[in-house]
């Protein structure tokens, strides 16, 4: 019954790619074959399939791997029709010289894992590279599960604001340094990270000033087509193209974002 089932789905899947412009065109072309003929065609195909399924997974796989492709392709067309808003927020924090020919942009949230992993690696490429500019958006999508992650952007943001880049850069480092996420991060974690950074702590009224400014990441984000976190954008300031352009995302390696960064240098 089980083999019957899989049989019925896999002629059908047979008969959708005979409907891939490539293939109906074939069919349309002189000698085709007909209906019956067709069919019988996906009934070999479909037992074929039956019996070799390891046919499936590496099918699947290849799929995954060209909608992947598209979607990061999608993504990146959309980072350079958004540049503007990634590049300009005064809103959003950043370290390094306004005038820096070269911009790396990490959305991130402080409760995602993978985040946690990339901040000594993000650390890392801030110290080697002083002549970049490295701006932080504050994404956090696990807030709906974890307050905390809401809690710490709002007091980044505010920290910002505040005291300025240095004072912002030691507060995000602080909290990564705690190695506290997925949900173990606590509002104890987050006022010693602010007086690391010698910043006031943030009353209510003061974060709920923050809003406007992380809802404008959330919608960029989103716009970009962007699903997780970390998300890494490496460009230049100015004339931005596909070419010297990368998008990353997930977690990557540090010679992944130094290589983005030379990419962008046009070196």
């Known amino acids: 019954m089980k083999d019957n089932k899989m049989k019925t789905t896999l002629m059908a899947l047979v008969s959708a790619l005979m409907m891939t412009p490539a293939l109906a065109s074939a069919a349309d072309a002189p000698a085709t074959f007909t209906p019956a003929q067709q069919e019988a065609i996906g009934k070999i195909a479909a037992d074929y399939l ?5 046919v499936l997974v590496q099918a699947s796989q290849k799929l995954e791997a060209q909608q992947a492709a598209q979607q990061q392709q999608a993504s990146l ?5 958004n540049s503007d808003a990634l590049l300009n927020d005064p809103a959003t924090p ?7 020919k070269v911009a790396l942009v990490e959305f991130f949230d402080y409760q995602c894992i993978y985040c946690s992993h990339m901040a000594p690696l993000v650390e890392q490429t801030v110290k080697a590279n002083p002549q970049v500019r490295f701006i932080f958006k504050e994404w956090p999508i696990f807030g709906q599960r974890w307050q905390p992650s809401i809690t710490a952007a709002e007091t980044g943001m505010a920290v910002f604001k505040e005291k300025g880049a ?3 850069f030691t507060y995000h480092n602080a909290i990564f340094h705690t190695g506290h996420n ?19 702590q943030p009353d209510e009224a003061t974060r709920n000033q923050t809003h406007e400014a992380l809802s404008k990441v959330d919608d960029l984000a989103r716009e970009l087509g962007f ?14 193209t596909a070419q010297n352009t990368t998008f990353l995302p997930g977690a990557v390696s540090a010679e992944s974002l130094q290589a ?4 962008a240098q046009g070196k």
Not at 50 to 54: G, L, S, W
Not at 94 to 99: D, L, R, V
Not at 260 to 263: D, E, G, Q, S, Y
């Open 50 to 54: 039956v019996q070799h399924p390891e």
């Open 77 to 81: 067309n959309a980072v350079l029709q």
């Open 94 to 100: 950043s370290i390094g010289p306004k005038t820096a």
């Open 166 to 168: 240095q004072a912002y």
């Open 182 to 200: 997925e949900g173990k991060l606590t509002e104890g974690d987050i006022q010693a990270a602010v007086k690391a950074a010698g910043a006031s």
């Open 227 to 240: 699903s997780g976190t970390p998300a890494f954008i490496v460009m230049p300031t100015q004339g931005a």
């Open 260 to 263: 983005a960064i030379t990419k």
